[in-house]
């Protein structure tokens, strides 16, 4: 075990490193807002770009229809749902655009138990607001994660460490956060999006 | 991001190391520390509200104390136990010093499973006595969650060692620690006595007021006193002649205003030793020297 954290000169690369990912991470981050009644919709949650072109997956609870997504450069689109599945509470939406900076995905099969994680979102409408915590416990299911989340995180990713997303957060079950692990949200991809 | 990384995996490893063991009988089922084939588990969580069943408030400077009415001159129990578990195979924790804490220092709390939770030591404080009357080495406030069943398992500073066993059960809204050297301490006591002692006057008591011109009068210090409510028959403050109705002024020449000042000095050393009792009996001055008996066992006779 290194004194990473108790010798101080550690701190300021730690803290530039945390910085750097979140920023990362913030630009395969989109908010997810519903769309129709005018320019004022609010963020209902975040979603991940999984793929360059255009395939972003967010939470089924945040995504009824079809929606508007907002990229982390700015632009706005109009987002298909083409995918849902209340069940693992996943669901998947195309937008338009091709070249999209997309998430490394990272393997949740694999995550251990004190693992720093990170997570982006748009909690209580803070864009792209990062929170750290590390891993609680690991089921099949989902991710619990003791991390601090509110709603409008839904959706977002959870990444490791390496800044490889390994879930998506989905609930908050007794101030702990829970998300649905990335091989849940590998397995949807395949079985949704064949050919 | 490689700092993080090893930050990450400095985490995930001290987590391993120190995979708690866990108490299956355990109402909610807590985690335990063990050392050598011993566990340790602590109970604040099974009697979160005293012997008594008392209400409990905190009082100025964050002190906490238990209100009134009384809590007996008994010191009440301390809130770990020791538990002995046979064929204990894994290796046992690796104890660090809670001396070399320092506020913002990470740590992880465990509980069984292994499960999680990850924040800084949010405050250090000195010796302290809970609202049970036991002393604490050194206040150890932590700024991390405690969930469910996180009581009694350990605080793990960052090389992995265990610095505390961490506590829902002794304040109302903080996340506190009994430092490893409290631990140990009561843990050795244990061992060698099987509970351990506590100093003890048997009487009740109940904080009161004293009118400004019997103060001036017979030049008592302080501005309170405990009226005795309670003598225990045959207790060391019977045999002593103390009275039900008596006021504790004093106690050799320290002032006694609450219960708190009466525990301050009796210390487990004072047993078998002799204190004064400045007493008020009938508007007059009355000293009566009590000799300091050993709490009984609950439940011994």
Same mark, same amino acid.
């Given at each position: 075990m290194?004194?990473?954290?108790?010798?101080e000169?550690?701190?300021?690369?730690l803290?530039a490193?945390?910085?750097?990912?979140?920023a990362?991470?913030a630009r395969v981050?989109v908010?997810?807002r519903?769309?129709?009644?005018g320019?004022?919709?609010a963020a209902v *949650?975040?979603g991940?770009?999984?793929?360059?072109?255009g395939?972003?997956l967010?939470?089924?609870?945040?995504?009824h229809r079809?929606?508007?997504v907002v990229l982390?450069?700015?632009r706005?689109?109009g987002a298909?749902l083409?995918?849902?599945?209340p069940?693992?509470?996943l669901a998947?939406?195309v937008?338009?655009?091709?070249?999209?900076?997309a998430?490394?995905?990272?393997?949740? *099969?694999a995550?251990?138990?004190?693992?720093l994680?990170?997570?982006v979102?748009n909690?209580?409408g803070?864009?792209r607001a990062l929170?750290?915590?590390?891993?609680?416990a690991?089921?099949p299911r989902?991710?619990?994660a003791?991390?601090?989340?509110?709603?409008?995180n839904s959706?977002?990713p959870?990444a490791?460490?390496?800044g490889?997303?390994v *879930?998506?957060?989905?609930?908050i079950v007794g101030?702990?956060?829970v998300?649905?692990?990335s091989?849940?949200?590998q397995r949807?991809v395949?079985?949704?999006?064949? *050919? | 991001?490689e700092?993080?990384?090893?930050l990450?995996?400095d985490?995930?490893? =001290?987590?391993?190391?120190r995979? #708690?063991?866990h108490?299956?009988?355990?109402?909610a @089922?807590?985690p335990?520390?063990?050392r050598? #084939?011993?566990a340790r588990?602590h109970?604040g969580?099974?009697r @979160?509200?005293?012997p008594?069943?008392?209400?409990h408030?905190r009082?100025?400077r964050?002190?906490?104390a238990?209100?009134p009415p @009384?809590?007996? =001159?008994a010191?009440p129990?301390?809130t770990s136990?020791?538990?002995?578990?046979a064929?204990?195979d894994?290796? @046992?924790a690796a104890?660090g010093d809670?001396?070399?804490?320092r506020v913002?220092?990470?740590v992880l709390a465990?509980?069984y499973?292994?499960?999680?939770s990850?924040?800084v030591?949010?405050?250090l404080?000195?010796r302290?006595?809970?609202?049970?009357? =036991?002393?604490?080495?050194r206040l150890?406030?932590?700024d991390?969650?405690?969930?469910?069943?996180?009581s009694?398992?350990p605080?793990?500073d960052a090389?992995?060692?265990?610095?505390?066993?961490?506590?829902s059960?002794?304040?109302?809204?903080?996340?506190?620690?009994?430092?490893? %050297?409290t631990?140990?301490?009561?843990?050795d006591?244990l061992?060698?006595k099987?509970h351990?002692?506590?100093?003890?006057l048997?009487?009740g008591?109940? !904080?009161?007021?004293l009118p400004? !011109?019997?103060?001036?009068a017979?030049g008592?210090p302080g501005?309170g006193?405990l009226i005795v409510v309670m003598?225990?028959?045959d207790? #060391?403050?019977?045999r002593a002649g103390?009275?039900?109705?008596?006021?504790?002024?004093?106690?050799?020449g320290?002032?006694?205003?609450d219960?708190?000042?009466v525990?301050a000095?009796?210390?487990a050393?004072?047993?078998? %030793?002799?204190?004064t009792?400045?007493?008020l009996?009938?508007?007059?001055?009355?000293?009566?020297r009590i000799t300091?008996?050993?709490? #009984?066992?609950?439940?011994?006779?």
């Amino acid at each position: 075990m290194s004194a990473v954290l108790t010798a101080e000169p550690t701190v300021e690369p730690l803290a530039a490193a945390a910085a750097a990912m979140a920023a990362e991470l913030a630009r395969v981050t989109v908010e997810v807002r519903g769309r129709g009644r005018g320019a004022g919709e609010a963020a209902v *949650g975040a979603g991940v770009i999984w793929h360059p072109d255009g395939l972003i997956l967010t939470n089924a609870h945040v995504a009824h229809r079809d929606v508007t997504v907002v990229l982390a450069d700015g632009r706005a689109c109009g987002a298909r749902l083409v995918a849902r599945d209340p069940r693992r509470d996943l669901a998947a939406l195309v937008v338009d655009a091709t070249g999209l900076p997309a998430a490394e995905i990272g393997d949740s *099969g694999a995550l251990r138990v004190g693992e720093l994680v990170l997570a982006v979102g748009n909690p209580l409408g803070l864009v792209r607001a990062l929170s750290a915590g590390l891993v609680h416990a690991v089921g099949p299911r989902a991710i619990h994660a003791d991390l601090r989340l509110a709603p409008g995180n839904s959706g977002g990713p959870l990444a490791d460490a390496r800044g490889r997303v390994v *879930g998506l957060n989905a609930m908050i079950v007794g101030g702990l956060a829970v998300a649905v692990p990335s091989r849940e949200a590998q397995r949807f991809v395949r079985e949704q999006l064949r *050919g | 991001m490689e700092a993080l990384l090893s930050l990450s995996n400095d985490l995930a490893g =001290a987590v391993e190391a120190r995979r #708690p063991i866990h108490r299956g009988r355990a109402r909610a @089922p807590a985690p335990a520390v063990h050392r050598d #084939p011993l566990a340790r588990r602590h109970r604040g969580h099974r009697r @979160p509200h005293g012997p008594d069943g008392g209400r409990h408030h905190r009082r100025g400077r964050g002190r906490p104390a238990r209100g009134p009415p @009384p809590s007996s =001159a008994a010191i009440p129990a301390r809130t770990s136990r020791v538990l002995r578990v046979a064929d204990l195979d894994t290796a @046992p924790a690796a104890l660090g010093d809670d001396g070399a804490l320092r506020v913002g220092h990470m740590v992880l709390a465990l509980g069984y499973g292994p499960r999680a939770s990850w924040g800084v030591i949010s405050a250090l404080g000195p010796r302290w006595r809970t609202w049970r009357g =036991a002393e604490i080495d050194r206040l150890v406030r932590l700024d991390l969650v405690l969930y469910p069943g996180f009581s009694g398992g350990p605080l793990v500073d960052a090389a992995g060692r265990v610095v505390g066993l961490n506590t829902s059960g002794l304040a109302r809204e903080s996340r506190l620690a009994l430092p490893v %050297t409290t631990v140990a301490r009561v843990t050795d006591e244990l061992l060698r006595k099987g509970h351990v002692a506590r100093a003890y006057l048997g009487i009740g008591m109940q !904080p009161v007021r004293l009118p400004e !011109p019997l103060r001036a009068a017979l030049g008592l210090p302080g501005d309170g006193g405990l009226i005795v409510v309670m003598v225990e028959p045959d207790g #060391p403050a019977a045999r002593a002649g103390l009275l039900l109705g008596d006021v504790l002024v004093a106690l050799d020449g320290a002032p006694t205003g609450d219960l708190e000042d009466v525990q301050a000095q009796l210390g487990a050393e004072r047993i078998g %030793t002799t204190v004064t009792a400045l007493v008020l009996r009938a508007g007059a001055r009355t000293e009566v020297r009590i000799t300091v008996g050993e709490r #009984p066992r609950r439940g011994a006779s």
